[in-house]
């Protein structure tokens, strides 16, 4: 069976994957909802996970901690940079056309 901290850390990474790629594609709403997953499912790992009663316990290598934290910190700015474009295109919706 497969270690479910390791499921949970590497759908966090699809989920960034899969949420770069829609922006790429210039999508806006789905990146947005999938960034905020993926930072949901890294901050599980650094902040619930370690507090569960689990054998055997689970825990971070300082490393790995940095890096998770890292992530979040990466995942959490291309989140705000997604909600900015859907403000930019609502902005230019409310926006009357020149006449």
Same mark, same amino acid.
């Given at each position: 069976?497969?270690?479910?901290?390791?499921?949970?850390?590497?759908?966090?990474?699809?989920?960034? #994957?899969?949420?770069?790629?829609?922006?790429?594609?210039?999508?806006?709403?789905? *990146?947005?909802?999938?960034?905020? @997953?993926?930072? #949901?499912?890294?901050?599980?790992?650094?902040?619930?996970? *370690?507090?569960?009663?689990?054998?055997?316990?689970?825990?971070? @290598?300082?490393?790995? #901690?940095?890096?998770?934290?890292?992530?979040?910190?990466?995942?959490? @700015?291309?989140?705000?940079?997604?909600?900015? #474009?859907?403000?930019?295109?609502? @902005?230019?919706?409310?926006? *009357?056309?020149?006449?």
């Amino acid at each position: 069976m497969p270690d479910p901290m390791e499921l949970i850390y590497q759908s966090a990474l699809a989920f960034g #994957r899969h949420s770069a790629v829609d922006e790429y594609m210039g999508a806006t709403e789905v *990146p947005v909802s999938n960034y905020s @997953k993926a930072v #949901r499912l890294l901050t599980f790992l650094l902040v619930e996970a *370690p507090s569960l009663v689990l054998n055997p316990l689970f825990s971070l @290598k300082s490393s790995d #901690r940095n890096r998770i934290q890292n992530y979040i910190e990466v995942l959490n @700015k291309r989140q705000h940079i997604s909600e900015s #474009r859907i403000m930019a295109v609502f @902005k230019s919706v409310d926006q *009357p056309s020149p006449t």
